[in-house]
């Protein structure tokens, strides 16, 4: 693994947040595609003041462990209250992933992004593949009741 830059930022890790309530196929494929372009990642699991979700974030975040291959070394899961950009510094991780679904998404993502730029960490943007970008937790959750 590269060395960590003087700031103890280090852009080869990064991080994938959300809810994940529950954890869907598109989250999945995000996951998939950043440990590709990253050393390591850590899909965070996060508490959202917005959200009521039906599990708490430890328990969130063991179920999300669970469905993640175990030959995904380089993908570890960890459940968090407080802001991204805490995390990514108290962890050394310079990027944020997020996944974009379409131009809502991108509106309310891009906001963030730059948010969280103005605090030093960079958000990379994943889109979301076709066959996949109508699939949301809400939905998920919608079809299972």
Known sequence: ???????GVDSTRAVYPGTFDPFTPGHFDV???????????TVLVAVNAD?????????RATEV?????????NVSVAAWHGLTVEYCRDHGCGVIVRGVRNSTDYQRE???????????????FVP???????MS???????RT
């Not at 693994?1 to 700031?7: L, N, S, T, V, Y």
């Not at 462990?65 to 070394?73: F, G, I, K, V, Y």
């Not at 891009?110 to 990379?124: D, F, I, K, S, W």
């Open 137 to 143: 937790s809400s939905a998920v959750r919608t079809l």
């Open 51 to 59: 959200k009521r979700p039906s599990q708490t974030a430890a328990a």
């Open 1 to 7: 693994m590269p060395h960590a830059p003087a700031d």
């Open 31 to 41: 996951v998939d595609r950043s440990r590709r372009m990253f050393d390591h990642v």
């Open 65 to 73: 462990q669970r469905l993640l291959p175990a030959d995904w070394e």
């Open 110 to 124: 891009h906001e963030l992004a730059a948010t969280n730029e103005a605090l030093g960490v960079t958000t990379v």
């Open 128 to 134: 979301t593949r076709p066959e996949l970008a109508t």
